[in-house]
Structure formats: structure tokens, C-alpha cells
């Protein structure tokens, strides 16, 4: 069973700020947080992922609570290609992926 | 290539009949896993391949369903005597070294089985 609650579904306008929230209250101490996404008619794609840190990398920013309970992905400039279902994972660094639902994002002009 | 390929893209069979679908990992990634996606619904995990060993088969739904690794590239995931509900699209993934590393996907295999 998915560990992660994410919201059904999100709007964006183009262009401003993407912010997409999981909580994940019952997180062990060693498993990481995983974000992926899914455009329409293809195969997952890794986002970034993160322990404790906040992470940031070119497509974009991880932000984890000091208590590690709940995270935020943040897309900084939301385009239209960014409309894709969003998977928060939580897992173990040597488990398999569990994919919940997601957050389906759709990114307006 | 530079990605995970898999074929064929689009599979459609008739009820009872078996299918082959291929997945070409990221040259060099030693580790393969499968999954399936139902209409509308989430990736399920179907098998874990480490080099050409399976040590985690749990996802597999059914005893009509194997999957097989040869020299340490190619997988193939077999389906005898396909049924309606194994319609689904069938995704592969592969990473470097094994669970710890990230994932990359690939396009998918979408079957049909009417």
C-alpha cells in the first residue's frame, strides 16, 4: 500500500509557481521521499527525491518539514508541458517503488 | 539507445492466446523491473530483476505470467493464455546498480486482449 496522501487533482497558470503537497505522517527514519511524473501515454520520469534536506535540482525543488511528515514539490515555473500526474513515494533506499494515485496537474495558459 | 525501449508499443491479442513483450534496459544498467498500469489506475510492481536473477517476484498476479532475463540486457514478460483483464500497459524500467538508484522508464507496451 502507498505511505503518501496526495490531493486528486491541482491547477496552475502557466508560468507561476507549481506547488504540490504529500503528507507521509507514518515515514521511518531511513526512507527516502521520491517524486516521479507521468505525462500522458508515456513512462514514468524520476523528479528528484530527498532525506531530510530540501533538494533542488533543474527541474525542481524538494522541500521536506523538519518533523518529515508531509513534503512539497515545487515546479518554479509551471509550462504546459508540466501537465502530468505527479507520484509522491516514500520508500526504503534499496525498496521497490509503490505508486499511489498521484496528483493530477494541470498547468492553464 | 539512449533510453529503455520496449516492444511492441501496441499489443492487441484474443482471450487465451500468449504474448511476449521485450524490454531493452539503459546499456549497462544491471537492474530490470516491470510493472503494470490498469486504466486509470496506479503502476503496480510486477517483478525485480538483478542481472538475470529475480530476487523479488512478489508482484507477479498469477502463475500465467514469467518473466525472463538473458545475459544481463534483454528482458522478456510472458503472458499465457491472456485474459480480459491483463488489458493494461506494460511498463519497464532499469537502473544502474540495483533498487537503490534511480529508475528510468520506458515507453510502455499496451495490450489489448479482447
Known amino acids: 500500500d502507498a505511505k503518501t496522501t496526495q490531493p486528486t487533482s491541482m491547477d496552475c497558470a502557466e508560468g507561476r509557481a507549481a506547488n504540490l503537497p504529500c503528507n507521509h505522517s507514518?515515514?521511518?527514519?531511513?526512507?527516502?521521499v521520491y517524486w516521479y511524473r507521468q505525462i500522458h501515454s508515456q513512462g514514468p520520469q524520476y523528479i528528484i527525491h530527498?532525506?531530510?534536506n530540501n533538494e533542488t535540482n533543474e527541474m525542481a525543488s524538494l522541500i521536506i518539514t523538519e518533523d518529515r511528515k508531509s513534503s512539497t514539490l515545487i515546479l518554479p515555473h509551471a509550462t504546459l508541458r508540466d501537465t502530468a500526474v505527479y507520484y509522491c513515494?516514500?520508500?526504503?533506499?534499496?525498496?521497490?517503488?509503490?505508486f499511489g494515485t498521484g496528483t493530477r496537474l494541470q498547468v492553464f495558459p | 539507445g539512449a533510453g529503455v525501449s520496449q516492444s511492441p508499443s501496441n499489443k492487441v491479442t484474443e482471450k487465451g492466446k500468449d504474448v511476449e513483450l521485450r524490454c531493452d534496459p539503459i546499456s549497462g544498467h544491471t537492474a530490470l523491473y516491470w510493472y503494470r498500469q490498469s486504466l486509470g489506475q496506479g503502476l503496480e510492481f510486477l517483478i525485480y530483476f538483478q542481472g538475470n536473477s529475480a530476487p523479488d517476484k512478489s508482484g507477479l498476479p498469477s502463475d500465467r505470467f514469467s518473466a525472463e532475463r538473458t545475459g544481463g540486457s534483454v528482458s522478456t514478460l510472458t503472458i499465457q493464455r491472456t485474459q480480459q483483464e491483463d488489458s493494461a500497459v506494460y511498463l519497464c524500467a532499469s537502473s544502474s546498480t540495483g533498487l537503490a538508484e534511480t529508475q528510468y522508464f520506458g515507453p510502455g507496451t499496451r495490450l489489448l486482449v479482447l
Open positions: 513515494i516514500v520508500r526504503v533506499y534499496t525498496d521497490k517503488l509503490i
Open positions: 530527498g532525506l531530510k
Open positions: 507514518t515515514i521511518s527514519g531511513n526512507e527516502y
